[in-house]
């Protein structure tokens, strides 16, 4: 027996994983809206792998939005290339962006129902704009709408739904054409925690069971700590740093992404000379619990998290250094 | 007079009103419906934004709806002739009164489309919809209550117009009213008038009301 390593230029191209060809690409990409003095985005060069779920993350004016029109067609790049699924978006002709904008399925953050139409109307739309009979496109709104819960709120208008059930509408509406990208645009924003967290589970699960690639762009980093395998951090218009989400946030190389890490700091009174660290614990075992007493650190706020126990804690100064000693997952100073 | 001499009067006048109105309505709401959709495509940020043809289409509703219909009515004179062949009478009423409904309509379509939110207009764009499929599968039907209510305006200032139909031969309830209770005296065909009047403005602004009402579902 011996191994056989082939490298991806040895195979034919129909052999290649499909994982070779990123949903995503962006190519220093550069967008400046007429009327602005600073790009959006400059030179952005960026990678979402397919079958990822990718966080794309940063403050506002990070370029965010811009990313957001530019993969869902609203707008080209002025320099530089975006390839979604291998192909040029820049150069695709009006029909083919029509195409390519019905294989990306849209989450908003105000959810963008209409108001006129039930829940099933809603989920049809993609549908109809496509042309499909009335029964198909009915018969798979029904499917969906059963998909994320609401099987029994086809007939509701969008008033008569919570904000979490507004929002499950739109999700099946954004799978209606069976998209292979799925780009959920601060979709949890206008939502409460409990909620949220409904929704980004729900993202979660569908995003495995159809193999989609779902990007989730947000400013929150609980976000992307609680749904994402990747993460980019975006500022100023550029990518900051990439990578795994569990790695990045384990060990933050960027002022921005300790920065965004920072920002759901609790409010805490410290004793004098204590100060607040926040931690990825793997777990709350008693070992780590010891080790924690060990150090006189006391925990602040704990939440858990598919990747880890989202953990502030409080403990002496001098102390602090030997957080990492401890092999906890340090999230940042 | 009495009532039995008042009645068939009345009965002839409230007719001739719906003649003049009703086409003229129906006209109009077509004709503003397709102008004040073009309002709101090429406003600037609009789906067609161009603001050459936006600031003419503008200043055409402005000065249409700057006009007092009186005049209006005197000024169209040919053009009524040239198209129903007669200047006088509740067919050639039609003409202006549609001319004069059009711009208004314009303006409150434009207000109703308008207030469609963005967001909504962006998913569709968003999910690959043509200029037509965004107007008439979002635009049209997301402000269909106000688009009702827009419709039931107009028919009540239509109404109104239309007394003055009176001035070309038009027939009508104002014309009854002028005719009859002003240059005659007639004190109770004068306030018959006005009852049938003011009982058919508020049967249309009722059944408008709850016509956009029942098409709401916000």
């Known amino acids: 027996m011996s191994d056989i390593a082939l490298s991806p230029s040895t195979l034919p191209p129909s052999a290649l994983p499909t ?21 959006a985005l400059r030179d952005l060069t960026l990678i979402v792998p397919r079958g990822s779920r990718t966080g794309i993350i940063g403050r506002s004016g990070a370029g965010k939005s811009t990313l957001v029109r530019l993969i869902s067609g609203l707008e080209t790049p002025d320099a530089g290339q975006l390839l979604i699924a291998g192909q040029d978006a820049g150069q695709l002709s009006s029909k083919a962006r029509r195409e390519r904008q019905s294989h990306t399925g849209l989450v908003f953050q105000h959810f963008n129902l209409l108001a006129q139409r039930t829940a099933l109307g809603n989920v049809t739309l993609p549908l109809e704009l496509l042309g499909v009979p009335r029964e198909r496109r009915e018969a798979r709104a029904r499917e969906l709408l059963a998909q994320v ?25 954004a799978l209606a054409t069976d998209p292979d990208l799925l780009l959920a645009d601060e979709a949890t924003s206008a939502l409460d925690p409990e909620t949220s967290a409904g929704i980004l589970e729900l993202l979660t699960q569908l995003q ?7 990007v989730i762009v947000t400013h929150q980093m609980e976000v992307v700590r609680a ?6 951090v975006l500022d100023a218009g550029q990518l900051v740093e990439s990578g795994e989400t569990r790695a990045l946030l384990g060990h933050p190389g960027h ?13 805490v009174q410290l004793a004098p000379g204590e100060v607040l660290r926040h931690v990825n614990l793997k777990d709350l075992s008693s070992q780590t619990l010891a080790a924690l007493a060990g150090l006189g650190a006391r925990i602040v706020l704990a939440e858990a998290h598919p ?27 | 007079m009495s009532w039995a001499e008042i009645w068939p009067l009345l009965w002839q006048a409230t007719l001739e009103t719906f003649q003049m109105v009703l086409p003229a309505a129906l006209m109009a709401e077509v004709l503003g419906l397709a102008l004040g959709v073009l309002l709101t495509l090429t406003r600037p940020g609009g789906l067609l934004a161009n603001r050459p043809v936006n600031r003419v289409l503008d200043a055409i509703v402005n000065i249409g709806r700057s006009l007092p219909f009186i005049i209006l009515l005197v000024l169209l004179i040919p053009f009524t002739r040239l198209i129903t062949g007669t200047s006088i009478g509740s067919t050639a009423a039609t003409v202006p009164l549609t001319i004069a409904a059009i711009p208004f309509v314009a303006r409150l ?42 419709f039931t305006v107009m028919l009540v200032n239509l109404i109104g117009y239309s007394a003055m139909a009176g001035a070309i031969g038009g027939g009508g309830l104002g014309d009854l009213a002028i005719r009859y209770g002003h240059q005659r005296f007639e004190t109770d065909v004068m306030i018959a008038t006005v009852l049938v009047l003011l009982l058919l403005v508020q ?16």
Do not use: C
């Open chain 1, 149 to 173: 819960g609401l099987g029994d709120f086809a007939g509701r208008y969008p008033a008569q739904l919570s904000g979490g059930q507004k929002q499950r509408v739109g999700i099946a509406r």
């Open chain 1, 227 to 232: 749904a994402t395998t990747h993460v980019a």
């Open chain 2, 109 to 150: 379509v434009d207000g109703a489309l308008y207030s469609v939110p963005g967001g909504v207009i962006e998913a569709a764009r968003a999910m690959g919809a043509s200029t037509g499929q965004i107007v008439s599968k979002v635009l049209l039907p997301e402000a269909r209550p106000a688009l009702i209510q827009s």
């Open chain 1, 255 to 267: 002022e921005v992404t300790r920065a965004l890490l920072d920002a759901h700091r609790p409010e």
């Open chain 1, 208 to 214: 495995r069971e159809r193999d989609l690639t779902l």
């Open chain 1, 307 to 333: 990747q880890g126990v989202d953990t502030w804690l409080a403990l002496p100064e001098a102390q602090a250094g030997l957080l990492a000693a401890l092999n906890l997952q340090a999230v940042g100073a």
């Open chain 2, 203 to 218: 049967g249309v602004q009722w059944l408008g009301d709850w016509a956009a009402s029942r098409a709401d579902h916000r």
């Open chain 1, 19 to 39: 994982s070779a060809v990123p949903a995503l690409q962006f190519i220093d990409v550069r967008k400046t809206y007429p009327g602005q003095a600073q790009p």
